[in-house]
Nanobody, 122 residues
Framework: QVQLVESGGGLVQAGGSLRLSCAAS????????MGWFRQTPGKEREFVSS????????YYADSVKGRFTISRDYAKRKVYLQMNSLNAEDTAVYYC???????????????WGQGTQVTVSS
């Protein structure tokens, strides 16, 4: 059974930091691209960041570039999203996703976690 389970969300003041984690099971973790998306009510899921299957390449949406860092730990089968300098526009449900190929569109990702809420107060 494939499972992606996010954790680490919560309430934080503007300017603060959070680290999200995603625990993967049921997939060959080292062969999948991993991505983070976020969504607010009434809006489509927005691409945030992705990391290559081998960890050698990362990509960020312009809105988070320089503030967020994606990483992965193969031994722990986890992917992380370190979020710094958070602002109110970062408030969303954040989703972890896995794909067998690179992509920035939600439909390109086969597996999804349940999401974790991040709320930034200003």
């Amino acid at each position: 059974q494939v499972q992606l389970v996010e954790s680490g969300g919560g309430l934080v003041q503007a300017g603060g930091s959070l680290r999200l984690s995603c625990a993967a099971s049921g997939i060959t973790f080292s062969s999948h691209y991993m991505g983070w998306f976020r969504q607010t009510p009434g809006k489509e899921r927005e691409f945030v960041s992705s990391i290559a299957w081998n960890g050698g390449w990362t990509y960020y949406a312009d809105s988070v570039k320089g503030r967020f860092t994606i990483s992965r730990d193969y031994a722990k089968r986890k992917v992380y999203l370190q979020m710094n300098s958070l602002n109110a526009e970062d408030t969303a449900v954040y989703y972890c996703a896995a794909s067998e190929a690179w992509g920035t569109q939600d439909y390109e990702y086969k597996y999804w976690g349940q999401g974790t809420q991040v709320t930034v107060s200003s």
